[in-house]
């Protein structure tokens, strides 16, 4: 009989406090790390030290850290700014960076929280965080919420933090600072950069971090959060006109075939809807609509413009004047 497979990573075991793999004996790597909680850990310092210099801390912040895991964020946090919230939801990581704090002059400084961020309603100290870091909790919690919802979701009801530290997938990042004309430019990135300045400012290689499975990492900065995010199924759409919709009928009465619209349906032949008095109800509101679009894109000559060029001026003139015909997005 063939031996039995034993993983390769320090994370086999029944407990979650186990001995470290020789490999892996890293002071972090005690835990037998649950992938489901996002829990990647940075394993080195420099790294972590980095991470937190591109906050520019200052004595008097208020720090919300969103997933402390081990600490490693936290213990340079701490020697920087006024006061640091960490809200984590595995207890034996906020045990850990409670421990890793303990006895030392910085342990004032923190305060632990234990529980699902998402689910704080409202944070402690909600007025007075100035900076938020959250390092790639989005795997951990996609299952429910994307991530740019959950960021805001974490920072709701709160005046803008001046800065968020956040971390994503490569990918993910590159999107959300893509520039007009970038293939990976898109709703996100439009969404996103109307919200926030935001930047690209490192890039964290596999090598750095415990028990992941992906390839590289970059943090984002000069997030201040607002609302006005989409959803995660519609971050691969662009905005687009329906160009060969321009000449579509206007008229309500139903004397041209009118193309379905918004998903109204059409209009047949002699007037007659195809469904009851609800549907035509909807159906001129559609050609209402659609005649303000026309309108709209007439006005700010944009009706043929590509939303993949577009800067984001010519989103904020769409803007107004849909605004101005009285369609408003939520
Ligand atoms: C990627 S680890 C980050 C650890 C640490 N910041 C570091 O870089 O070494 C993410 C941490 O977030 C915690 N976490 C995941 N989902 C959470 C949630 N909804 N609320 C609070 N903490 C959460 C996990 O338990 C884990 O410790």
């Known amino acids: 009989m063939g031996k039995a497979k034993t993983s390769k990573r320090g994370n086999s075991g029944s407990g979650p406090y186990e001995r470290p793999s020789k490999k892996n004996a890293t002071a972090n790597n005690v835990f037998k790390f649950t992938k489901d909680l996002g829990q990647h850990i940075l394993k080195n310092p420099g790294i972590a030290q980095a991470i937190v210099d591109k906050a520019y801390l200052k004595p ?3 720090v919300l850290e969103v997933g402390p895991g081990t600490g490693n964020l936290t213990v340079q946090i701490v020697n920087q700014a006024r006061k640091v919230i960490a809200v984590e939801m595995d207890p034996r990581m906020a045990a850990e960076v409670t421990k890793r704090l303990q006895g030392r002059p910085e342990q004032k400084k923190l305060e632990v929280i234990l529980g ?7 944070l402690p100290d909600h007025d007075s965080q100035q900076v938020v870091m959250c390092l790639h909790l989005e795997y951990a919690l996609s299952d429910f919420k994307p991530p740019r919802i959950q960021v805001i979701t974490i920072t709701d009801n709160v005046e ?3 800065t968020c530290i956040l ?3 490569r990918e993910f990042a590159m999107r959300l600072t893509a520039q007009p004309g970038d293939s990976l430019y898109c709703r996100l990135s439009v969404n996103a950069q109307l919200w926030a300045k935001i930047s690209h400012v490192l890039k964290v290689g596999r090598a750095n971090l415990i028990e992941t499975n992906y390839r590289l990492f970059c943090a984002t900065h000069d997030i201040p959060i607002d609302e006005g995010l ?5 971050e691969d759409e662009e905005m687009e ?5 321009n000449d579509a009928s206007m008229d309500v009465d139903g004397d041209d075939d009118m193309p379905s619209f918004f998903g109204a349906p059409k209009i047949q032949d002699g007037g007659a809807p195809t469904s009851k008095r609800g549907s035509l109800r909807k159906t001129r509101i559609a050609v ?8 709209v894109l007439e006005e700010t000559q944009l009706a043929e413009s590509r939303s993949a060029k577009m800067h984001e001026n010519d989103f904020l003139s769409l803007l107004a004047a849909f605004n101005a015909e009285g369609i408003h997005f939520s």
């Open 116 to 122: 699902d961020v998402i689910k704080q309603d409202p």
């Open 288 to 295: 209402l609509v659609k005649e303000k679009v026309r309108k």
């Open 167 to 169: 971390m994503f997938q």
């Open 160 to 162: 803008p933090p001046r």
């Open 241 to 245: 006109v329906d160009e060969n919709d």
């Open 230 to 234: 989409v959803d995660d199924a519609e």
């Open 60 to 62: 008097t912040d208020v």
